[in-house]
């Protein structure tokens, strides 16, 4: 290994490191505004010139190699001088705009103009000026601004998999623009005002808003996918302004999805702020306590069997506790988390999570993607996906809809044949998978939430033992989950009791009368029409698909409006932080339970969090050792049983409205006229 100095101070470090990697190695700055670590070196901006003994001139530590024996100084008169000039050059073009820019604050132009620039220009030239590029309504320009560090033309070749951004022209007339004048249509497009060094590419929906030093920062983790991204929330007065990523390597680097990001708007517009009751046919404004007396009259009147519960895809799993508790103390065994209906073997806990683990996609040298389209369903996931193809010879095979998931994959068929073949070895993938050292499987939901779901992962529990998935410390089986709320339901077990009903045997009861009483915990994504003349209780924080159709609405906090606890989709739990109050009566999902509780004369055994997550705990050890990774040990799982021929459907028709927040969002609505409307050449929205 190379063993230079820089300073005076002696280091050694890895074949392949840079001059600047080392210097960072020691703790010494080197400015840059084009080296960004997660993409390749440009070295197109010679900020970060540094000094090597015998060369001539200054070198580029970004794109120099260290050597055995190189001597480097980075703060001699000749760098300090290089670095004024390399800064005067920068500056000779860029406008007068930080009063007004929506960079202020937090601009790395700002910053090291100051630490390493001159007090003053020589030029006398005028200034150029660039026009502005519609990138489409999440992405802000002002590309007079920019100084041509390229770093979003590497983001959106390298991570987001879309070639959109490229520069054209030479020397004064060098830009950055779109090819074609088109949008990026891009789920990661929000993460490009992040890597832009200077406020040439700013948040559209956040411009003019607010300042950084104004706001008051809440570390969190995101729920509007089963990922978990560990996310910061900036909030000013009782407002969430904006959503920015958390550094997290085993989750999501530093990297959200654009609906994670913009979707926060949705958090102010059609919120349940009060509790409501339906009065002669109309749902209408009441107090706490006519709320909790009209269910309290209703279940003392129909019996346990006929009282069923679901919870959604947003719900924490505190919440999910407390309303199991209160089923099993009212006697009735109907409850569900997966109001997707999907059904699939839940005794063993690697059957439902992505074992792989998000991180561990880096390893893997072979690919099987069975009806899941990650792209859609989980943008992070299949970012790592994305960065393993282009840093390995990665063979991708799917099986599902072909879909461009921006990169190259073997298309195998729409349907479960191809997946009969793996499991006994006949398809000429399964040799691929054998051959590999690190094979991945990636069960999707479009394969679990058919009606045989619990066959087909069966299945594909065959095809991962048969070829080699399973190994001494390797498990490639993994499922994809959709929801937030799913694992950590699933752990907790609230799931169908013994003789009780799942979510499709809960709505066809409720179509048939069988079940009176349906409590709806956060559930939007059920067809409400089929709970026929059930008395439906919905608690949740907006006015969506489950509060329409509702008896008695009573307001829930959304997630960053609550300290509350989930688990991700590789089993990780984390939690989250309360950033602001919940707005208006609305009140913790949890307590509202707890008080309900009391009311019917159930009185669980909780009155604060720190007893809650005690009965987590007991109805679960993964809740015992607070945040981290819990693995599940590998043991047989599935309910072996006739698959059909159908092929697997898609179960995301529109990225950006697939929960009550992303659908009152009006920048999700904005994108989805952008994106998705405009491409299926239709008008009106969808979820």
Same mark, same amino acid.
Request: glycine fraction near 10%; aromatic fraction near 6%.
């Given at each position: ?27 010494? +700055? ?23 003994e015998?060369?001539?001139k ?5 794109? %120099? ?19 004024k ?8 073009n860029?406008?007068?705009d930080? $009063? ?59 991570? #987001? ?31 490009? $005002? ?10 559209? $929906? ?23 991204? /560990? &996310? ?30 913009? *979707? ?10 009060r =509790? ?15 709320a ?25 799993? +505190? ?7 209160? %089923? ?13 209906? #999907? ?15 998000i ?16 792209? &859609? ?15 390995? /010879? ?6 599902g809809? $072909?879909v ?7 298309h ?5 044949e ?12 399964? *040799? ?29 529990r ?15 089986f ?15 077990g609230?799931? =169908?009791?013994?003789?009780?009903r ?5 709505l ?20 409400a ?29 959304a997630?960053?409006?609550?300290? !509350? ?20 009566e ?12 009391e009311?019917l004369?159930?009185t ?5 969090? !720190? ?36 092929p ?15 659908? *009152? ?8 006229? #952008? ?13």
């Amino acid at each position: 290994m190379p063993k230079l100095t820089i300073d005076g101070l002696e280091v050694v470090v890895d074949h392949g490191t840079s001059v600047l990697q080392a210097c960072e190695k020691l703790g010494i +700055e080197i400015p840059r505004f084009c080296y960004h670590e997660r993409l390749s070196v440009a070295a197109n901006c010679r900020m970060c010139l540094v000094e090597m003994e015998r060369s001539p001139k200054p070198i580029a530590s970004c794109a %120099m190699p260290c050597a055995d024996g190189m001597v480097i100084r980075t703060n001699s008169d000749t760098v300090k001088n290089a670095r004024k000039g390399v800064m005067e050059l920068i500056l000779l073009n860029h406008p007068l705009d930080c $009063p007004i820019c929506d960079q202020g604050g937090e601009c790395d132009l700002q910053d090291q103009a100051v630490a390493y620039g001159g007090e003053h220009t020589r030029s006398v030239e005028e200034r150029r000026a660039v026009t502005n590029k519609d990138l489409g309504p999440l992405v802000k320009t002002e590309m007079t601004r920019c100084i041509l560090c390229t770093r979003c033309v590497r983001f959106c070749e390298e991570i #987001a998999g879309v070639s959109v951004l490229g520069a054209v022209g030479r020397g004064m007339h060098s830009e950055v623009t779109t090819y074609v004048g088109a949008a990026i249509e891009s789920e990661l497009s929000g993460n490009l $005002p992040d890597v832009c060094p200077v406020g040439a590419l700013t948040s559209k $929906p956040y411009a003019f808003t607010a300042r950084p030093w104004e706001l008051r920062k809440t570390e969190s983790v995101d729920v509007l996918d089963a990922v978990g991204s /560990n &996310i910061r929330v900036d909030v000013r007065g009782s407002e969430v302004l904006r959503v920015l990523p958390r550094l997290n390597e085993d989750v999501n680097e530093e990297w959200i999805g654009d609906k994670t990001r913009y *979707a926060i708007d949705g958090l102010k517009r059609q919120r349940v702020d009060r =509790p409501y009751v339906r009065r002669d046919g109309r749902l209408q404004p009441a107090s706490w306590d006519e709320a909790f007396g009209a269910i309290v009259a209703k279940l003392k009147s129909v019996p346990a069997s006929r009282v069923a519960a679901l919870a959604g895809d947003l719900v924490d799993v +505190e919440a999910m506790t407390a309303l199991k508790e209160l %089923m099993a103390s009212l006697g009735s065994p109907n409850l569900d988390c997966r109001q997707d209906g #999907a059904r699939f073997d839940t005794t063993e806990r690697a059957g439902y999570l992505f074992n792989t683990t998000i991180a561990g996609l880096e390893q893997a040298d072979a690919l099987l993607l069975v009806g899941t389209n990650p792209r &859609i369903e989980a943008p992070i996931v299949n970012a790592r996906i994305r960065k393993r193809y282009r840093e390995s /010879n990665l063979q991708v095979a799917l099986i599902g809809q $072909p879909v461009d998931l921006t990169y190259s994959y073997q298309h195998l068929g729409e349907g479960p044949e191809a997946l009969s073949g793996l499991a006994d070895g006949s398809h000429p993938f399964a *040799a691929v998978l054998k051959a590999a050292k690190h094979p991945v499987l990636i069960l999707g939901a479009g394969a679990l939430a058919r009606g045989d779901g619990a066959a087909l992962q069966a299945l594909a529990r065959r095809v991962a033992e048969v070829n080699g998935l399973i190994r001494e410390g390797w498990n490639g089986f993994n499922v994809l989950q959709l929801a937030a709320a799913r694992v950590g339901g699933l752990d907790i077990g609230f799931l =169908p009791g013994a003789g009780g009903r799942d979510t499709r045997a809960i709505l066809e009861g409720a179509q048939k009368g069988e079940i009176e009483v349906v409590y709806l915990l956060g559930a939007d994504e059920i067809d409400a029409s089929r709970l026929g003349k059930a008395f439906v209780i919905y608690q949740g924080h907006h006015g969506d698909r489950g509060a329409h159709r509702a008896d008695v609405v009573l307001p829930g906090a959304a997630y960053t409006e609550k300290n !509350a606890t989930y688990v991700n989709t590789e089993g990780r739990v984390q939690r989250g932080r309360q950033a602001v109050f919940p707005v208006g009566e609305a009140r913790e999902d949890w307590k509202i339970v707890r008080a309900l509780s009391e009311r019917l004369g159930h009185t669980l055994p909780f009155d604060n969090l !720190a007893r809650l997550r005690e009965r987590m705990a007991a109805l679960s050890p993964v809740f015992a050792g607070g945040e981290g990774l819990k693995a599940a040990a590998w043991r047989s799982f599935g309910v072996t049983g006739e698959v059909t021929a159908a092929p697997f459907a898609p179960v995301i028709e529109n990225f950006y409205m697939t929960d009550p927040i992303s659908r *009152a969002s009006v920048t999700m609505a904005k994108c989805t006229e #952008a994106f998705v409307l405009s491409r299926e050449g239709k008008t009106g929205t969808h979820g």
